[in-house]
């Protein structure tokens, strides 16, 4: 079975240096992916209303998945939510009584999720959900901390993006280095973590890169090129 799709998230993957900044030429990579006909989808835990302005600009495919799974965007009015941001709240609203530290993150509005300062111990914070009872999760996507539903993940919202555009999980290539990209790793045909990402993360993709950041990613897509598409991206 061939490649239609490449999944990719965004911080730490397509942009660099800690602040946000887009790689250009990655950027180019994945926009000349495009070109070539390759659906090219970020799925990321940012808003996926930012995801969709991104792929609009940087003129890759029109459909973003946003909030670690939990969002996915089709249009600027068009969102599907697969999770509850009120029970997040919940879930949050806990956590800042019981712990020190806990603050949301001066972020893009959310729709399924509770997006917080890495400014407390994750763990402890995951106890205190689990011993309330909540079916919630804290996620760390070294951009933030996530407060999410439990069974909501990259790869959740990866496959309802796939069943839109009629592709499916091992047509798809996942690239990313944070630990909420192993789901995507596990669904997808390929899965390629770069190479500033934690041990575990490598340990769950199928080919891992030694670059970081964007220039990573440039490296990953050169990498299925070269081995799998029988061009030279």
Do not use: W
Request: hydrophobic share 40%.
């Amino acid at each position: 079975m061939g490649i239609k799709v490449f999944a990719v998230d965004i911080d730490g993957t397509l942009t660099e240096n800690g602040g946000g900044a887009v790689s250009l030429s990655a950027l180019a990579k994945l926009r000349y992916l495009d070109k070539l006909g390759y659906s090219v989808i970020y799925v990321t835990g940012r808003s996926s209303i930012e995801a969709f302005v991104l792929a609009v600009f940087g003129g890759t495919t029109r459909l973003a998945v946003g909030e670690n799974g939990g969002a996915i965007t089709l249009a600027p009015q068009e969102h599907k939510l697969l999770a509850s941001r009120e029970k997040c709240m919940q879930g949050y609203e806990i956590l800042k009584k019981s712990l020190d530290g806990v603050q949301e993150k001066p972020v893009f509005p959310r729709m399924t999720e509770v997006v917080m300062l890495r400014t407390f111990d994750i763990a402890e914070g995951q106890k205190i959900l689990d011993e309330h009872g909540l079916q919630l999760y804290l996620n760390d996507s070294k951009y933030a901390f996530h407060i999410n539903e439990k069974g909501v993940d990259k790869a959740l919202g990866l496959k309802e993006a796939l069943k839109i555009l009629k592709a499916e999980p091992e047509e798809t290539v996942a690239i990313g280095d944070s630990e909420t990209d192993i789901k995507m790793f596990e669904l997808c045909g390929h899965g390629i973590a770069l190479g500033h990402a934690d041990e575990h993360v490598k340990a769950k993709a199928s080919h891992v890169v030694s670059g970081k950041e964007g220039v990573g990613l440039i490296e990953a897509i050169d990498h299925v090129a070269l081995n799998y598409l029988g061009v030279k991206a």
